[in-house]
């Protein structure tokens, strides 16, 4: 006789969600969703809230514009040949007919005057592109200024700032590609400035470029790393980004009933992904309008690629304006050892190039190390609470201005009537002053506004009415700001700059504190100390004054 054995098992899932499907789509619906569990996924998350303000558009219109830029660029892939093979073109543009040129060249020039549509795409690939890194530098920006960027965000912080630099690359060799003499220059200058690397300069240059310049395989290189390689990473870091933003949920501004532990918004479904959907199209045919009406990179008036010519007024898109200005500003040294030249004039500016981009990267690690803060962040930060902060991101600003107008010193020349040497001159020391004249007025005038805001609490806004007291003082009568403008202007936190340690222990022991210790303590009171921030009002202050004086 044999013994019955019992075994639990787990319920099986229902194969569908209803018992008797309305019609066949719901059928194949509930079919689908026994497999994929598409259903639940799509009813935790469709209702997530997400805040309403126009700032937050700012990195929509950075993914708009991707997705535009990926649309436009699989386009424009079907016709362009990267080959820099020589043929005599043959085309419609008559200025050009019998003129060698590589087949680059020519393919481009054909989807600009032969295929339909095709000049109109090409406008607006680029201009999407410029909007792209435009819209990511003011996103970064606005994460910036507004500490978006602390706990639990630094790594999200980190994507966006990869995505920023490779956009630019990206966009670099994506101009690179119609091998005219525009681009050609450019790719030139890129050239130089790997050969000016000591010891592997030379390496870099052939596995970048194949070979000596021109040669044959920049364009089919510079073609698989623009269509392949870079946009293949950024995907894959665009999507990482709205992952940690969907997890982390999305930074709300300060105000009545919004907390850290809360989100205070619109839900994804219907309402955010409705606005989203009209605004994707109106990003959409403001490009394409642009696109239509302003001509950009017109390859034809340029004329193909030879490397005994240098096109005038060779300049790069705006975003890679700042690295031309360091090579432009920068003296012509030269070190010669051991029967090496080491050309200082291009090695300097492209060690300085990464910097001013890392500087703002590495930021948020810097200001977290400073405060200790080791909580989560939701509710953003107004600039002016922060003044160092803000000041420093300004400074920041400025000092790629200054490069800008360096790298166009020639434009800036002979448009403004100006001596080009004096312009120069001027990025030089302005590289050096600039920066710092903009650090200080910008924390004073965040200091003042901080000052007005405090005013503004504790005496109310002015109303215009002039009254005459009893013993003919004339004042002008205060209105009361509402409740929920007294919680916007007095939310922020204002942290305390950190003390050292005492000198000596509970034992008498001297006791001395580190270099690190001691420069993060100075940093601190920079940030948080007497002049780094304002004392906001205290309920105690702005009681004795509104029950004091009866003109209030």
């Excluded at 543009?93 to 795409?121: C, H, N, Q, W």
Aim: hydrophobic residues 45%; positive net charge.
């Amino acid at each position: 006789m044999s013994s019955a054995s019992s075994t639990k098992t787990g319920a099986a899932k229902p194969s569908s969600t209803r018992a008797n499907p309305a019609n066949k789509w719901e059928a194949a619906a509930d079919w689908t969703d026994g497999r994929l569990g598409i259903y639940s996924l799509a009813k935790a998350n469709l209702r997530k809230i997400f805040p309403d303000h126009w700032s937050f558009m700012l990195g929509e219109i950075c993914l708009y514009s991707f997705i535009i830029i990926i649309l436009t660029g699989v386009y424009l892939t079907l016709f362009f040949k990267p080959s820099m093979g020589e043929v005599i073109y043959n085309g419609s543009y008559v200025p050009l007919k019998g003129i060698g040129m590589s087949e680059a060249y020519a393919s481009t020039l054909d989807i600009s005057f032969e295929v339909r549509g095709g000049l109109l795409i090409r406008q607006i690939h680029h201009w999407a592109a410029l909007v792209f890194v435009a819209a990511m530098l003011v996103h970064m920006m606005r994460v910036f200024f507004t500490g978006a960027f602390r706990k639990p965000r630094e790594i999200n912080w980190v994507f966006g700032f990869l995505l920023l630099v490779l956009g630019m690359f990206d966009g670099f060799f994506g101009y690179s590609l119609p091998d005219d003499l525009l681009s050609g220059t450019g790719i030139r200058f890129m050239e130089g400035a790997i050969l000016a690397v000591p010891l592997v300069g030379t390496y870099l240059q052939m596995f970048l470029y194949g070979g000596e310049f021109p040669g044959h395989d920049i364009i089919p290189r510079f073609f698989t790393i623009h269509v392949l390689l870079i946009p293949g990473i950024m995907l894959g870091l665009l999507v990482a980004h709205l992952i940690l933003v969907f997890y982390h949920k999305h930074t709300q501004w300060a105000g009545p009933g919004k907390t850290e532990k809360n989100v205070v918004g619109m839900p994804l479904m219907p309402v955010y992904m409705a606005k989203a959907g009209g605004f994707f199209f109106l990003v959409f045919g403001i490009i394409a309008a642009i696109s239509a009406i302003a001509s950009i990179n017109p390859i034809w008036a340029y004329g193909p690629y030879r490397p005994d010519q240098v096109s005038t007024d060779a300049q790069p898109d705006w975003y890679m304006g700042f690295s031309e200005g360091l090579i432009r500003v920068m003296p012509g040294w030269e070190i010669s050892l051991w029967g090496h030249t080491l050309n200082l004039g291009v090695f300097v500016p492209l060690m300085i190039f990464p910097l001013v981009l890392v500087a703002i990267a590495v930021y948020p690690f810097i200001e977290g190390w400073i405060t200790g803060d080791k909580r989560e962040h939701h509710i953003l930060d107004r600039p002016r609470n922060a003044p160092v902060r803000t000041a420093l991101g300004a400074a920041w600003i400025s000092l790629y201005l200054v490069l800008l107008v360096g790298g166009g010193n020639d434009l800036f020349a002979t448009h403004l009537h100006l001596s080009i040497n004096s312009i120069t001159y001027f990025v030089r020391v302005g590289f050096f002053v600039v920066p710092v004249l903009v650090f200080i007025i910008t924390k004073r005038w965040c200091l003042g506004l901080q000052r007005r805001d405090k005013e503004k609490v504790l005496h109310g806004r002015e109303t215009g009415v002039i009254k005459r007291l009893p013993h003919g003082e004339f004042i002008e009568v205060h209105a009361q700001l509402p409740q929920k403008d007294l919680f916007k202007l007095t939310a922020h936190e204002q942290n305390q700059p950190i003390e050292l340690p005492a000198q000596t222990d509970e034992n008498g022991v001297a006791r001395k504190a580190g270099v690190l210790t001691r420069t993060r303590a100075k940093l601190s009171r920079g940030y948080y100390g007497e002049g780094g921030q304002i004392p906001k009002p205290t309920a105690e202050e702005h009681h004795e004054i509104t029950s004091g004086h009866g003109h209030h």
